[in-house]
Structures are given as structure tokens and as C-alpha cells.
């Protein structure tokens, strides 16, 4: 039981590049979640899905999507990286809406 | 809404001495409340939980927190700190995003703990 995986686990993108970051969760959680990490500033939810094939926007959506296609995984997609993306992104997920969210170890990723 | 304020963005202790994190929150509703540790380059652990039984609840590693809705509160605590402890502290609340049925987390700011020896 691996409980949240994210991969890959550390990036550095020139802006305007792509990439995709993905999480796997194998505790059939329906509610999985995208956070970013900056210092001072908690955690801020960017996507989150409850439940397979739906997504929908947190506090600070614009400049990435998400995809929910298998009920394990939920990936992040940034289309055009910008310097304000350098972060540390967190997956998360939950057996019910108001429970515990369980993290994955996190992605670094520096946009230069 | 909902809002979660960590009064002390760094606390400093030694070893073998009292700890105290403190947080307010303001919800619209009856709240789950959580503290998460997180220790350096590491995801974020879940410390304990609130969730309307007991007022006083206990957490690994020794950690406790009170609920008290009168102050809107839920300070957390551990007797006596150990090495171990030095991590960032996350006070979170759960509660409705607005216009869904949706439970949201909301995050305080953080709380560096750092334990002299």
C-alpha cells in the first residue's frame, strides 16, 4: 500500500515549456486534490475531483488543468510555464468530502 | 467562509520543554479542524482532528489540541518537546466551498518549530 504517489519528484522548465505532473493514489479515495506550496503561504488548492471523470476549480486555477480520467490518478498539466509556477506541488486525496486528506511527497519544480 | 489565522509564524523551544502552536479559525459552520506536520523536504502528515466529539483531542506523538468555540481556537500542545519535533505545523479548517456541497481546506500559514538542544 503506497498510499499517494507524485511523479516526478523534482523539474526545472524554461518558460513557456510544458509538462505534466501526475499522482496516483491506490486507497480507491473518490476526492483527489492539486495543492501549491509557496513559503508563507500555506497551501493553495489549484484543481481538485470528486470523483472520476470530473474536475473542478480551486483558489488558484489559472495557467494549469487537470485531468481525472482513472479514478487512481489525477494529473496536473501546466500548458506554458511562467516563472510564478516555481513551487513545490502536493496531491492530496480523501475517502469523503469533510475527511482526512492524505498528501504525496511532493514536486519541486523551478521554471526559469 | 472560512479563515484560519497561525499566530506565530516561528516558535522556538528547547528540548524537553512545553510546547504551544496557537490558531484561530472563523467558519460559517460547525467545522472539522486538523493539524498537519510537515518535516523538512516531506509531505504533509496528519498530526489529529477535530470533528465534534471530544473538545480535547489527542494526536501522535505525544501532541493534543483543544477545541474551544468560545475563543474560536485550537491551539496545539505536547508536554515536553523532543528533537524529533522540529518541522512546520499546519493548522487547517474543513468546511463547505461556497456554493457546492464540496468540503474545502483551508490552511493557515504555518508554523516553523524549532527545538534547541
Known amino acids: 500500500n503506497a498510499g499517494v504517489t507524485q511523479t516526478p519528484k523534482f523539474r526545472v522548465l524554461k518558460t513557456g515549456q510544458s509538462m505534466t505532473l501526475l499522482c496516483a493514489q491506490d486507497m480507491n479515495h473518490e476526492y483527489m486534490y492539486w495543492y501549491r506550496q509557496d513559503p508563507g503561504m500555506g497551501l493553495r488548492l489549484i484543481h481538485y475531483s470528486v470523483g472520476e471523470g470530473t474536475t473542478a476549480k ?15 490518478n489525477f494529473l496536473l498539466g501546466l500548458e506554458s510555464a511562467a516563472p510564478s509556477q516555481t513551487s513545490v506541488y502536493f496531491c492530496a486525496s480523501s475517502k469523503t468530502s469533510f475527511g482526512e486528506q492524505f498528501f504525496g511527497p511532493g514536486t519541486r519544480l523551478t521554471v526559469l | 467562509a472560512q479563515s484560519v489565522t497561525q499566530l506565530d509564524s516561528h516558535v522556538s523551544v528547547s528540548e524537553g ?20 506536520v510537515q518535516h523538512p523536504n516531506k509531505g504533509l ?4 482532528k477535530y470533528t465534534s466529539a ?22 496545539l500542545t505536547k508536554p515536553s518537546a523532543h528533537m524529533s519535533d522540529a518541522a512546520e505545523y499546519f493548522c487547517v479548517v474543513s468546511g463547505l466551498a461556497g456554493g457546492t456541497s464540496y468540503g474545502k481546506l483551508t490552511f493557515g500559514q504555518g508554523t516553523i518549530l524549532t527545538v534547541h538542544p
Do not use: M
Open chain 1, 58 to 72: 480551486g483558489e488558484v486555477p489559472d495557467g494549469y488543468n487537470v485531468s481525472r480520467l482513472k479514478k487512481q
Open chain 2, 54 to 75: 471530544a473538545t480535547l483531542v489527542k494526536g501522535i506523538n505525544g501532541f493534543e489540541a483543544e477545541f474551544k468555540k468560545s475563543e474560536t481556537s485550537f491551539h
Open chain 2, 45 to 48: 502528515q496528519l498530526l489529529l
Open chain 2, 17 to 36: 520543554t512545553p510546547v504551544l502552536l496557537r490558531c484561530n479559525y472563523s467558519s460559517s459552520y460547525s467545522p472539522s479542524l486538523f493539524w498537519y
